[in-house]
């Protein structure tokens, strides 16, 4: 089985640009989440969407958005890219009913404000 | 609000030896979940051990373990017979059902391991 794949892999913006990322959770899985992780620092929480409906939402400006989607895949928008943005993005994807208890995690989508 | 404070920003051992790394959190609950996650250069975060607070009983995965002290909130890990390619950053995460950490995970900051040969 596919595990939690994300895209792109990595990614450079300007300043003031939107940005798109995409995770597909593993097969049966409908909760996904979002973290963002800068450098040096463990990755803080941004969205969690469960069954297409947010769940959980962390300390993010409003630049930041997420949907999730009938097959579960989940977009990570921001908009009006700050060069603070620039972090590595990882989605997770969890069991029905297992909340977080046991996440897997994506490779992580790297993006880069310039 | 609950946090995860990881002390050690580095350590190192030597291939075969055993290390520990610390962990330290803190919550108000009583039913949470806590782990230790690898995450090599290649980035993605891998699950290692996984400890539910109400189990007295310390986890064990092969050459990992934990020493969870519930009462003092300390969860380490202790990595037996270290090979090169535990080198990694370890994160330890605390989640719980209640909303307390809005149903997500909270993670330290990291211990980077490196692995002397």
């Known amino acids: 089985d596919a595990g939690v794949t994300q895209s792109p892999t990595h990614l450079i913006k300007t300043r003031g640009q939107h940005v798109t990322l995409r995770c597909s959770p593993i097969?049966?899985?409908?909760?996904v989440s979002w973290y963002q992780q800068v450098l040096g620092q463990g990755p803080q929480f941004i969205f969690q969407y469960y069954e297409k409906e947010e769940r959980g939402r962390g300390n993010f400006p409003d630049r930041f958005s997420a949907r999730q989607f009938p097959n579960y895949s989940s977009e990570l928008n921001v908009n009006a890219l700050l060069l603070g943005d620039s972090a590595l993005y990882l989605c997770?994807?969890?069991?029905?009913?297992?909340?977080?208890?046991?996440?897997?995690f994506g490779q992580g989508t790297r993006l880069t404000v310039v | 609000a609950q946090t995860v404070t990881q002390s050690q920003p580095e350590m190192s051992v030597q291939e075969a030896e055993t290390v520990t790394l610390s962990c330290t959190y803190d919550?108000?609950?009583?039913?949470?979940?806590l782990f230790w996650y690898k995450q090599p250069p290649s980035r993605q975060m891998i699950l290692v051990i996984r400890?539910?607070?109400?189990?007295?009983q310390n986890a064990t995965e092969n050459r990992f373990s934990v020493n969870f002290q519930k009462a003092a909130k300390s969860f380490s890990l202790k990595i037996s017979d270290s090979q090169l390619g535990d080198a990694a950053m370890y994160f330890c995460a605390y989640y719980d059902d209640y909303g307390g950490s809005q149903g997500n995970l909270i993670f330290g900051k990291g211990t980077k391991l490196s692995v002397k040969p």
């Open positions: 919550t108000s609950e009583s039913d949470y979940y």
């Open positions: 997770a994807s969890a069991f029905p009913g297992a909340g977080l208890a046991e996440a897997f």
């Open positions: 400890q539910e607070a109400y189990k007295q």
């Open positions: 097969s049966g899985h409908k909760s």
